[in-house]
């Protein structure tokens, strides 16, 4: 795998630096779940995670994973994933992730290492992600490659391109090797409700802010109320309203920690129109008010 080099995006508390590349992305995530959790989403590389400190919980489409401290996660490309601190857990909660895409590199589709093992990992929709432990061999060795890439790409004064593409192409190695070792029947209506999902849930990042309900969403995925409620309740495991609800707080906390806009005009740019609810909501899922939460997180 011929990859000349690397893009950096690392995400450490406060501060997010970039260095632009135009080759292979590979980006470099550090976050405290205890300020925000990851929401559900997907990406279109393959993302590597390890838990540094507290306990996690990792979803992975219909899987869910509790990690605690030098456990990891994997996730492949397309599958919705999420992540947040474990429940009923507080304090810190930090993990590391990096994200990185080797089908970008031009030279790529036409090399062995690619045809005989990047391209079947990508396609490979009965090996959406895993829980990484330390005690199954091959698993240990993937999270002792990823603190390695770290190490020699963020905590090093100059990244050391060579070593990091070593490692990557030996992440990926592994990750292929063992993608059939516990093969997953996945149906095609399994596929079509994450293809489902997918619709709603760009719908409702681009319209959080309007008067949302079950049957907007489900006019958005073009199907019955019944099957956006089944859709959410079995890959998500919440209620459409439920996970709207959800979003509209994360969006507040997030404005929360960075604006300097009053709480009722968040409250109301975040689609909340009644204070009181959203006082009561937010409470209910940050375990303190606003006020607190502004006073505590506050870059």
Known sequence: MAISSINYVIEKGNILLKQESNQIPVS??????????????????????????????????????????????????GALNACRQA??????????????????????????????YIAPLFSNDAFRGTALSSEVAWHKEILRLMTNCW??????????????????????????????????TVSSKEAKDAERIRIMLDYIDEHYRDDLNVSVLSESAEISESEAMRCFH??????????????????AAEMLQVSDEKIVDIAI?????DMSYFAKTFRESKGITPTDYREKYKR
């Open 151 to 184: 190490e020699l790409c963020i905590d090093c004064e100059e990244c050391n391109d060579l070593g990091a593409i070593a490692i990557i192409s030996q992440i990926i190695f592994l990750l292929s090797a063992h993608s059939t070792s516990e093969p997953r």
């Open 87 to 116: 429940p009923e857990t507080t304090g810190e909660c930090i993990i590391k992730t990096i994200v990185f895409d080797p089908r970008l590199e031009p030279d790529s589709p036409d090399s062995i290492f690619y045809s005989n």
């Open 234 to 251: 079995n890959m998500l495991g919440t209620t459409p309203i439920q996970y709207v609800k959800n979003y509209r707080i994360r969006k």
């Open 28 to 77: 470099f995530y550090e976050k405290n779940l205890e300020r925000a959790e990851i929401p559900w989403h997907w990406q279109e590389g393959l993302e590597i995670g390890l838990v540094i400190s507290g306990e996690i919980e990792v979803s992975v489409e219909a899987e869910r994973y509790l990690l605690k401290e030098g456990e990891g996660f994997f996730v492949n490309s």
């Open 269 to 273: 740019d975040c689609g909340f129109q």
